[in-house]
Each structure stands twice: as C-alpha cells, then as structure tokens.
C-alpha cells in the first residue's frame, strides 16, 4: 500500500496526529538529551506557540460579536412564530445548563487533572473572582475596552443588545444587519485560517511540554477522555430520553430511531453543519416537525446549539486545566465556568472548529492559561465524534419536543415505521449559505 508523502494533502485530523507525534518525539529528545531542555524550549519552541496562541486570542471577540448579531437578526424573519422562537432558544439554555453541570460534576468525580507530576507541582496564582467582578464583565462601561481586553462577557452582553435594537427598528437596521453578516463570513475564513495553522502550533506548543517536563506529561489524556466520554454518554442515555419523556411526551427509542441517519453521520462526520441537511431531512420526513419551523430550528440549532462542543468539553476542559496547573478555583469560578460554557455557544457556532473557540474562550474567561489548549489537542479527533453526536442530539431533540409542546408534531409521521432515509429530499426549504469547510 503507497503512503502520499505529501503532508497537505492528508486529512486534518491525520496532519495533527503527525504534528503531534512529531512534537512529543522531538520534546521527548531535548528533554533527555538536552542539560537544560526548560530553557531551549523557552527560547526556540514558545514564541511560535505564544504566537498561534494569540492568534486564538484574535479572533475570539470579533466573531463572538458578529455570530450573535446575526443570529439575533435571523429573528426578523420567523415573525408568527415568536413563541416558538422564545421556547427554542429557551430549551436550548436550559438543556445547555444541563450538560454543562453534566460535565462539570463528571469532572469533580473523575478529577482528570489531579497529581500528575511535575507540572502539577507549579503553583499558578490567580485573583479570586468575585460577583462584582462577574457584573462588570457582564456589562462594561466601555465596549471599545472590553474588546481590547478580551471580555467576551461583556461583548456577548453588547451584542445581544445590539442585535436586538437592529431588529426592533426594522428596516433601518436590515444594512447594518447585512454588514455584520458579511463581517461574519470573513471571520469564519479568518478562523479557518487559524484552525489550518493548528498542526503546526500544537507542534511547537506540546513539543514545549514535553521538552520541559517529559512525556510522562502525556499520561493524563486518557482520564480526561473518559470523562468527556462519560458526560456524553450520561446525557446520551439519561439528559434527553428523560426531558424527552416527561417535557416531550414522546418515546426516547423512537426519537433515537427516527433521528439515527443523522446521528451517525455526525459521529463519522464530526461535524454539525455537514451534519444539517441531513438532520433536517429526518425532522421533516421522519420526526414530523413541520418544515416551517425546521427550517428555522435546525439552522439556528446549527449555529449556536452545542452541548459537546459548547458545554461539556470546556466545562471538563477548565477543571482539567485548574487540577493540572494547581490552580484553585472557588466557587465563583466554577459559575463563571458554567456561565461562559453556556452563553459562549453562541458565539462558536458555524465556526471551524467551534470546540477550540468554545474552549478558548471558557479558559479566557475564568483566566486560565491557554497553553493547555495545545496539550488537548492531543485527543480531539478521538473525543470529537461524541461532542459531535452530543450536538446534534440536542440539535434535534429540541425541536421535537417544542413542537410536541404546540402542538405542531405530526405524531403518526414519528411513530409510524421507518426504514431508509431515501435518496430524494423532499421539499425542505433551502438552508442558509454554507459555512467555510470545517476539519475532521
């Protein structure tokens, strides 16, 4: 069997894994081979992983701000449907809540990041965070500030307003609303471009760990996926059957049967938007939610509905990274953790790679060090199939059960028997422009 030797035209998932493998090799070499393997590290392997991780920095608040604003103004447009609006964007925080205490009690179980050597045995200091500095972040008396200084909180804040005030005045607000959505395709080139560099910024990033503190620094990565694992899987088997149970009033295994094509295919795929015209075709033609309101819903779920991504992983992520780093955190920490997990979904969505952004901007947030960002790489492909399924899971369940809730269900369609999805769409209408390619 010939092996393509030319490196960019392998997959994305396989370019990290080679950089990866690459990184802990030549880490591995300094750290025993090298009199002081800390120092080379410092001086030839951080400056160009401080310089991808800035990168990650850049384009954060930008695209926080114009994500929110046109998903705000997409509102313009469902008009009789407010309520069901209202419901869905509701169920979405709700159930976004759900898994994000998911995760972060799988965390406190499991404690992925505690007593593993020397890194650990850094003490990190941080300022204690307190509740006036969590409403000062929320609403900041300078927006301009709160962008330089990378309060997504505050920006997240101004751009819910924002949105909301280019809706209420109508037309007036329809071409600032057109610009910000131009202004967020380009930032979704731009973090495509930055996600393209992720192979070679983990190179330099976890080659830097290795390097200074050995590959035994690796050993930890499996503990941490059986805890992202685990909180897929508790939300899996008992989050959404109960809520779809006793809020739905339908029956979980169906569900699951209905929605399967698209549920494997977004565990293969690792990917949502891949995943939605697909998902949308099994809402319409097999869990009878009526095509008005999934063509609606399962965009906009598309877009900012992400309990893998979005919830669970950074809320397992940043207890990770506090236990590795020796980092204490109070109980203020742990709500800002869940309050950024949450609310920082929408700003992810329809973004390559949203779990990197999600990620980045939790740790942000709570002013944890973005280095460990390189270090989780290490895993992403393999726990990225379950945060995706996880996704598109909620995705899919929150519709049905609004619907249900209305009324609006086509309950003979979602019980009848099913059997292959088909080949031909049926008339579903057309989903939103296609976002910029997201890697494996």
């Known amino acids: 069997m010939s092996v393509n030797l030319r490196v960019w035209k392998w997959q994305f998932w396989q370019q990290i894994v080679l950089s990866l493998v690459l990184g802990v090799a030549v880490g591995a070499v300094i750290n025993n081979t090298a009199a002081d393997g800390s120092k080379i590290a410092t ?51 709700i159930t976004s809540a759900i898994s994000t205490a998911v995760g972060l009690g799988v965390a406190f179980l499991i404690n992925p990041g505690k007593g593993l050597g020397q890194l650990a045995s850094e003490k990190t200091e941080t300022d204690p965070v307190t509740w006036t500095q969590v409403l000062h972040n929320l609403f900041p008396s300078n927006i301009v500030k709160a962008m330089a200084d990378g309060n997504v909180l505050g920006v997240v804040t101004f751009a819910v307003l924002f949105g909301a005030a280019l809706v209420a005045v109508g037309e007036r607000g329809e071409r600032i609303t057109a610009l910000v959505d131009d ?39 499996a503990k941490f996926t059986g805890a992202i694992y685990l909180a897929v899987a508790i939300m899996l088997v008992v989050g959404y059957p109960v809520l779809l149970r006793v809020f739905g009033r339908v029956s979980p295994l169906k569900f699951f049967r209905n929605s399967w094509p698209a549920l494997q295919f977004a565990f293969v795929s690792s990917s949502s938007m891949a ?68 609310i920082g979904q929408l700003g992810t969505g329809g973004t390559p790679g949203p779990a990197l ?49 209305e009324k609006l269900l086509d309950e003979d369609l979602f019980n009848a028997p099913k059997g292959d999805l088909g080949t031909a769409p049926k008339d579903v209408p057309a989903a939103p422009r296609e976002a910029v390619p997201v890697p494996a």
Request: with cysteine.
């Open 43 to 93: 001086d030839w392997l951080d400056p160009f992983g401080d310089v991808y991780v800035s990168l990650l920095k850049i384009v954060v608040v930008p695209l926080v701000f114009a994500a929110i604003v046109v998903s705000i103004g997409r509102l313009r447009h469902v008009g009789n449907v407010a309520r069901l609006t209202g419901k869905t964007l509701g169920w979405f925080v």
């Open 275 to 342: 995943t939605l015209p697909i998902a949308q075709r099994v809402q319409i033609e097999r869990n009878g939610v009526q095509p008005a309101y999934a063509s609606f819903a399962q965009p906009l779920g598309a877009t900012i509905k992400f309990d893998g991504c979005g919830a669970i992983y950074p809320a397992v992520a940043a207890v990770f990274v506090a236990q590795y780093m020796n980092i204490h955190l109070g109980i203020a920490d742990y709500l800002l953790i869940a309050l950024a997990a949450v």
């Open 183 to 221: 202004l967020y395709g380009v930032m979704q080139n731009v973090v495509w471009w930055v996600v393209r560099l992720t192979p070679v910024g983990s190179f330099f990033l976890i080659g830097s760990v290795v390097a200074t503190y050995g590959p035994s620094t690796l050993e930890p990565l």
């Open 357 to 405: 952004v999600a990620l980045t901007l939790t740790l942000t947030t709570v002013g944890l060090p973005l280095t460990a960002v390189g270090y989780l790489i290490a895993i992403d492909k393999i726990i990225d199939m379950a945060r995706t399924l996880l996704n598109v899971t909620g995705q899919i369940a929150i519709p049905v059960i609004v619907s249900r809730s």
